[in-house]
């Protein structure tokens, strides 16, 4: 609990209350200053006495090493807005393409400086520019996509459509990441949850869900890969039936589980866990027909139909994060 503070009132019908003193010494305060007062959406209001300066950007320093590349991620989803590498003597060749594979990683962040011994990265995004819905939105999409037509290449055998779709994921990573920055700046930054309109609660939520979309993503490359295992060659007709329907069921799942996830319906949400039977049923029966096939491709087929259930399972995690919306 805070600090707390009795309302009172003037004569002309007026409330106020006093200030902590320590926190308006820490503000440099006077007699006179201005203060913005605003208004949450659950009824708080939140003082700040800084509301007409900008932020001073947060710098990161950082020492070439053998894991500057999951550093600089690190500093970068910690909101970061500047990071710079140091060396005592000359960055190397490998450091140097290191750096520049992992900022083409990362949305928004640019090399704005370098030498023989330093190299300057900024992230030059504007946060408030990137509601978590929208960034969320754009992900799905992309999962959804690599979804769709990993299970064509997959019955086809077309490796050139499964390289597309392994060549996706990295673009979903992207996303996700600038989604988990965002959400930490978020709750970081009042001003910025009240404008976006996402409490702190909900970041927590649009995390889980983030990282279950990126997930779908993944087992769609590692789908991919099994279909490159394949070398060309084609399922029988039954069982690509069987695995286009199983599919199209997953599909739906993750599809409804999202929209409900974002929309706050709750019938929508349990409607994805009531087709967990239908799976399991299409389930057994893809491994009915593998066996069918030649043994050498057996594996393969009961990998990928593997990688599509648990597909199902990340929906229904997803769905589990529904919560009815305020009215």
Known sequence: MGELRKVQRTPTGTFFVCLPRAWADRCNLQKGAVVSITESGDGKLLVDAKYDT??????????????????????????????????????????????????????????????????VLQCLLEPSSFPPEKIMRRGYTIAAGMHRDVVNAFVSGDTQLAKSVIARDDESNRLYFLLVRILRTIIQNPSLSEKLGVSPIECLDYRLAASLVEAIGDECARVAMKTMELEGKKLGKDLCKLFLEFRTVCFEAHENALTAFL?????????????RDKMEKMFSSIEEGARSQSLDVVPQILAAASFLRQIYEHSVDIADLVMPRKA
């Open 263 to 275: 929309t706050g319906d709750m019938k929508l949400a349990e409607d994805v866990r009531d087709r």
């Open 54 to 119: 900008e932020p001073s950007p947060r710098m990161a320093i950082l020492k070439p090493s053998p894991f500057l590349g999951r550093e600089i991620i690190g500093k970068y989803l910690l909101g970061f807005d500047i990071i710079r590498i140091e060396a005592k003597e000359r960055i190397s060749f490998d450091v140097r393409d290191t750096i520049k594979k992992t900022v083409s990683r990362l949305v928004g962040l640019e090399i704005i400086e370098e030498d023989y011994s330093n190299i």
